[in-house]
T-cell receptor
Framework: AQSVAQPEDQVNVAEGNPLTVKCTYS??????LFWYVQYPNRGLQFLLK??????LVKGSYGFEAEFNKSQTSFHLKKPSALVSDSALYFC????????????FGPGTRLSVLP | DAGVIQSPRHEVTEMGQEVTLRCKPI?????LFWYRQTMMRGLELLIY????????DSGMPEDRFSAKMPNASFSTLKIQPSEPRDSAVYFC?????????????FGEGSRLTVL
């Protein structure tokens, strides 16, 4: 069965500092990994995904994530945080067997302090 | 493209009433998902369709919930009768392809309050 863990409910970081939001996963097949962001009263917005190839993937708004197969992790990173990055972040996994569901983590609330 | 369109955005109803939520997926997408989001339980999958066929409805809470997808451009989620514990934000999302590599596109959600 697929599962996703986001070990931190809340991450606080000062504006201008680097940020990391952690994600680990478990799948039976090969993982397809996704990050989403949710602003208040909005739907989830896609940030980036890892399907295959380079372990470092770049996405929207300056975010990137690194796929680490041995650690089954897909941490989200940004070199310099903005106050406007404050939001709820979700990691999701889908395995490569057709018809499988997206499984989302519980979410991590990021607060960037001015 | 207009994105995934959900209606209504907000619904307030009384316990026992029927509620119908609607979703129009992005044109060309062949998979559609219904999720429910609450503070207590986070984001839960209710049901998803591939090519208009329900694939997994194990997340549907009970017989009071039903979902249909009569064609590729429309889906409904119905709750009858509604209960206060059904209060949540309901999201519809769609994606495309046959190899699971496409990302989900979410609508803005329907916020349901059952009094």
């Amino acid at each position: 069965a697929q599962s996703v863990a986001q070990p931190e409910d809340q991450v606080n970081v000062a504006e201008g500092n680097p940020l990391t939001v952690k994600c680990t996963y478990s799948v039976s097949g090969n993982p397809y990994l996704f990050w989403y962001v949710q602003y208040p009263n909005r739907g989830l917005q896609f940030l980036l995904k890892y399907i295959t190839g380079d372990n470092l993937v770049k996405g929207s708004y300056g975010f990137e994530a690194e796929f680490n197969k041995s650690q089954t992790s897909f941490h989200l990173k940004k070199p310099s945080a903005l106050v406007s990055d404050s939001a709820l972040y979700f990691c999701a996994v889908r395995d490569n067997n057709y018809g499988q569901n997206f499984v989302f983590g519980p979410g991590t609330r990021l607060s960037v302090l001015p | 493209d207009a994105g995934v369109i959900q209606s209504p955005r907000h619904e307030v109803t009384e316990m026992g009433q029927e509620v119908t939520l609607r979703c129009k997926p992005i044109s060309g997408h062949n998979s559609l998902f219904w999720y429910r989001q609450t503070m207590m339980r986070g984001l839960e999958l209710l049901i998803y369709f591939n090519n208009n066929v329900p694939i997994d409805d194990s997340g549907m809470p009970e017989d009071r919930f039903s979902a249909k997808m009569p064609n590729a451009s429309f889906s409904t989620l119905k709750i009858q009768p509604s209960e206060p514990r059904d209060s949540a934000v309901y999201f519809c999302a769609s994606t495309w392809g046959t190899k699971n590599t496409g990302e989900l596109f979410f609508g803005e959600g329907s916020r349901l309050t059952v009094l």
